[in-house]
């Protein structure tokens, strides 16, 4: 049975940081890529973030490139996106999702994660 623990979402002003941490089990973690997806009211789902299981290899959508960064302990079968210059437009529900395979390619694409997160709310404002 798939678990995840996420943490770390909040209200944040504009400009702060954020770090959101996804903690998962029952599965093989190094097998497999990890993606962060959000979800804003009244939007779809979208890909945020994505890293790889062997090389760390990233990926980061242009929305979020130079602010947003993903990084994995192997040993914790944890995932880490770090957020900074946050903007009101990235509040959001964040998910973890674990990919199908061990790299990223079309990060984007919700078809290619089978497991999900419960998602951690952050929201910017002042």
């Known amino acids: 049975q798939v678990q995840f623990v996420e943490s770390g979402g909040g209200l944040v002003q504009p400009g702060g940081s954020l770090r959101l941490s996804c903690a998962a089990s029952?599965?093989?973690?190094?097998?497999?890529?990890i993606g962060w997806f959000r979800q804003a009211p009244g939007k779809e789902r979208e890909g945020v973030s994505c890293?790889?299981?062997?090389?760390?290899?990233?990926y980061l959508s242009d929305s979020v490139k130079g602010r947003f960064t993903i990084s994995r302990d192997n040993t914790k079968n944890t995932v880490y996106l770090q957020m900074n210059s946050l903007k009101p437009e990235d509040t959001a529900v964040y998910y973890c999702?674990?990919?199908?395979?061990?790299?990223?390619?079309?990060?984007?694409?919700?078809?290619?994660?089978?497991?999900w997160g419960q998602g951690a709310q952050v929201t910017v404002s002042s």
């Open positions: 029952g599965f093989t973690w190094r097998y497999r890529a």
């Open positions: 999702a674990v990919g199908l395979y061990g790299s990223c390619s079309y990060p984007g694409a919700q078809f290619r994660y089978d497991y």
């Open positions: 890293i790889s299981n062997s090389d760390g290899s990233t």
